[in-house]
């Protein structure tokens, strides 16, 4: 039996076949996304860009896939930061992810109060004002725990052990850091306890760390710590081969600075707080609320020395000290 269909019957058949994967796809969630603020520039931390998403991953979420993200780096202006969190904030996204020190959690706290934040700190963040307290943060803001501003005083104990005719010691730090009073702080007190010398020298930009290092030549210090420091990370190539060149033993926060030349660094192991940090956010993607999420202390140190480098400062180690290095580099 023939089936007749109206012309009329026809258009509107179609018409709504073809109206149905319009009217799916408009009911398919949004892609959540995630706000990235840094202190710092891309190139550098790339490397740690890659451990937050296996965090992230570890979660379920795949950047392109189930997650959007959009990235703001401050290129180690820390003025930059209020503008580019409330530009998330405008943006909408859904969590806002704050690296390179407390100064990207601290203008991402102040843009918003209801979007989630996932911070990572160097200091205290209760004192900072990150969170209320580490066990139940309150607020909208969790996050981890680096402590790389203080250990300031363990690694001028490491670098008086290798260098213990070093009658005076420079400590290069950044003034624009939050954290700096209490890293100057540590220094200081770990110094008196121990009778050391110190030379306090302030710096942030490539002009003024030329010149401090000049004024450390000219003091005639032994030996330089470099504070912690997310911006001068940026300028670690730079940091390294200025001690080379003028023959200065000096010991940094993280293994990448030994990796290119340095002569020692103790801290935490950078990759591992941004893996944390991933996995922290996409929990809360997840759904968790981060006035429940413990803020996390960071636990894996590592304390690395360079022989290459002390061999051609003229520098024996010992023993004792290269025992208790995680990693030497030959």
Known sequence: MAIH???????TLLGGAAAWPV????????MPVIGFLHSASPGPFSQFVAAFSRGLNQAGFTEG??????YRWAEGRYDRLPALAADLVRRQVTVIVAMGGPSSGLAAKAATSTIPIVFNSGGDPVKEGLAD??????????GVVVLLTAMEGKR?????????????????????LPTFESQLDDVREAARAVGQQVHILQ?????????AFMKIVEVRAGAL?????PVKFNQRDRLVALAARHAIPAIYELREYAEVGGLMSYGTNLSDIYRLVGNYAGRILNGDKPADMPVQQATKFEFVINLKTAKALGIEVPPGLS??????IE
């Open 323 to 328: 025992a208790r290095a995680d990693e030497v």
């Open 225 to 229: 710590l470099v504070g912690a420091d």
């Open 156 to 176: 001028l104990g490491l670098l008086r052990e290798l260098v213990p005719t070093a009658t005076l010691i420079a400590v290069l730090l950044n003034p624009g």
């Open 203 to 211: 710096a942030s930009s490539e002009h003024e760390i030329d010149a």
């Open 133 to 142: 307290s580490l066990n139940r943060p309150g607020g909208n803001a969790t």
């Open 23 to 30: 009217a799916a796809y408009a009911q398919q969630p949004t």
């Open 65 to 70: 896939r189930n997650v959007a993200i959009k």
């Open 5 to 11: 269909i109206q012309r009329r019957e026809f258009i």
